[in-house]
């Protein structure tokens, strides 16, 4: 399993995002649950700046894409774990006789999210559905811009670039989009929340951080540091409504409050890959034990996420009402099991996805 150049403050910061997921889905404290959904926006920026920086980092050294073997990678990458889960996750409804071929089959395609809303074996699968459809979108947009050159694809350092400005319409455009369907459409609270043309911006903004980050490095640098303290702060307030207000019945959440949150996450991103001092701050304000374990967690994260409603559901049936006992249970049974798929699967499928379909970048 190729883990070369991995950055062990983002693998941090991934490890945050899983723990919060965890926290809304197996109840400790009433305001982490509250806040918990957010995890979900923290992966997806996450996702779009580390996904998009492979085909940045790509066009770099080719000046073109392979974009047929970017989506075969992310398959591996994705596939196996998921649906070698998912058998798990539909035995109990064929055992109790409650399967629904039909609804197992959107969410076997990545379409649940526009079918359904939620997912239908495994509720928060309809997050991967926003993820494939991005990886889709991204690769075929990217190899008409870079192999077919549907716009000159240039950097002028003082100048806002044609794809810039593409990705802003885009981010605007996502945002009108939400606003109209919350109007048009408040009953509809799971696919508002999940559709990918109402929730991909915060995937795009991981885009727009990368696109800075490889092609206007320096730039980005100087801003951030002249503007250090300014930036954080504001990220800070722009996630600070999270703990007091669920998403679910909220139009403010719906609307706004998803643009606030990547903002928030992409300002934090950029100080983690800018701040030489980084993982020194982590490791004073937690200690570097507990920044590794979370980083390994991070590193973890995808089979965490895929498992953990399993363990959930399971757990559910011993009665255990005490949430001081419950949560420590399933935070330990989650984490090892995705510990163990991670090392165990999917290190198998990327072993052999990187022995015959390897990266042109490395």
Known sequence: MQTVNRLRE?????????????????????????????????????????VSGLLFKEYQKFGSINAKLFLIRRGFKIYPIFYLTYILYIIPRIILHKFDLEKAFYELVFVQNYALGWGYAYAASWSLAVEEHFYFGLALVLWL???????????????TSAFEKYLIVVLVLVFILRILANIQFPEDTARNMTMSHLRIDSL??????SFWYHFRREKLTAFYLQHKSKLLWLSLGLVSFTPFIAPGDSF??????????????????????????????LNRLFT????????????????????HSLVIYCFGFLHIT????????VFIISVISGFIMTYRIEKFFLTYRNKYYPSRTF
């Open 10 to 50: 983002l693998d941090f910061l991934r490890g945050i995002a899983i723990i919060l997921v965890l926290f809304r889905h197996q109840v400790l404290f009433d305001f982490l649950e509250t806040m918990g959904w957010i995890g979900v926006d923290l992966f997806f920026v996450l996702s779009g700046f580390l």
């Open 145 to 159: 811009v870079f192999n077919k050159k549907i716009f000159r694809f240039e950097v002028v350092t003082n100048k």
């Open 204 to 209: 795009l903004f991981g885009v727009l951080v």
């Open 252 to 281: 403010f959440v719906k609307t706004i409050g998803f643009t606030m949150l990547y903002v928030a996450f992409g300002i934090l991103l950029v100080h983690f890959l800018i701040d030489a001092n980084v993982n020194r701050q």
């Open 288 to 307: 570097a034990t507990v920044v590794n374990f979370i980083s390994k967690i991070g590193f973890c994260s995808y089979s965490i996420y895929v498992i």
């Open 322 to 329: 005490n949430r001081f006992i419950a949560f420590p249970i």
